[in-house]
T-cell receptor, first 116, second 113 residues
Framework: AQSVTQLDSHVSVSEGTPVLLRCNYS??????LFWYVQHPNKGLQLLLK??????LVKGINGFEAEFKKSETSFHLTKPSAHMSDAAEYFC??????????????FGRGTQLTVWP | EPEVTQTPSHQVTQMGQEVILRCVPI?????FYWYRQILGQKVEFLVS????????KSEIFDDQFSVERPDGSNFTLKIRSTKLEDSAMYFC???????????FGSGTRLTVV
């Protein structure tokens, strides 16, 4: 069975400093992995996905994530935070690497606050 | 950019009443989904729908729930007799082969009183 653990419920950073949002997963299969972001009163927007051999995945808005199978981790990073990055971030695992259309399993979310 | 549209954004209903949550998926998408998030809990899968039938449902999706694609543009979730514990944010999503993952709507917050 698939599950996701987001290690921090809240992360606060200053504008211009790096962002690290941590995620560990558990899967019976070779999973697909995603990060979604939700801004207030908006839908869940896909930031990036991992479904292939490239372990470092680049997404939108300067975010990237690295798949580490040995650590069962998929941490999200950004070199320099911007005020507009303040939102809730969800780490998500899908059933298998080949499909982005199957059932998704969500982490609890990490609320990112960016201070000026 | 194409969007998944959900209406209403907030619905209040009395316990025991039927409620229908509406979604307009992206027009060329073929796969449709409902998820929900109870306050303070994880986003949970409810059901997926493809080719006019349910392709997968979770243990949450019992006989009180049903989905329908009544025409070429809408996708609905019906809760037959609402309970207090059905209060949650309900997200609709759609996707298609080759698409970059799902596209989610902004959600309908259902409050059962």
């Amino acid at each position: 069975a698939q599950s996701v653990t987001q290690l921090d419920s809240h992360v606060s950073v200053s504008e211009g400093t790096p962002v690290l949002l941590r995620c560990n997963y558990s899967s019976s299969y070779s999973p697909s992995l995603f990060w979604y972001v939700q801004h207030p009163n908006k839908g869940l927007q896909l930031l990036l996905k991992y479904t292939s051999a490239a372990t470092l995945v680049k997404g939108i808005n300067g975010f990237e994530a690295e798949f580490k199978k040995s650590e069962t981790s998929f941490h999200l990073t950004k070199p320099s935070a911007h005020m507009s990055d303040a939102a809730e971030y969800f780490c998500v695992v899908g059933r298998d690497r080949g499909s982005t259309l199957g059932r998704l399993y969500f982490g609890r979310g990490t609320q990112l606050t960016v201070w000026p | 950019e194409p969007e998944v549209t959900q209406t209403p954004s907030h619905q209040v209903t009395q316990m025991g009443q039927e409620v229908i949550l509406r979604c307009v998926p992206i027009s060329n998408h073929l796969y449709f989904y409902w998820y929900r998030q109870i306050l303070g809990q994880k986003v949970e899968f409810l059901v997926s729908f493809y080719n006019n039938e349910i392709s997968e449902k979770s243990e949450i999706f019992d006989d009180q729930f049903s989905v329908e694609r009544p025409d070429g543009s809408n996708f609905t979730l019906k809760i037959r007799s609402t309970k207090l514990e059905d209060s949650a944010m309900y997200f609709c999503a759609s996707g298609t082969v080759g698409n970059y993952g799902y596209t989610f709507g902004s959600g309908t917050r259902l409050t059962v009183v």
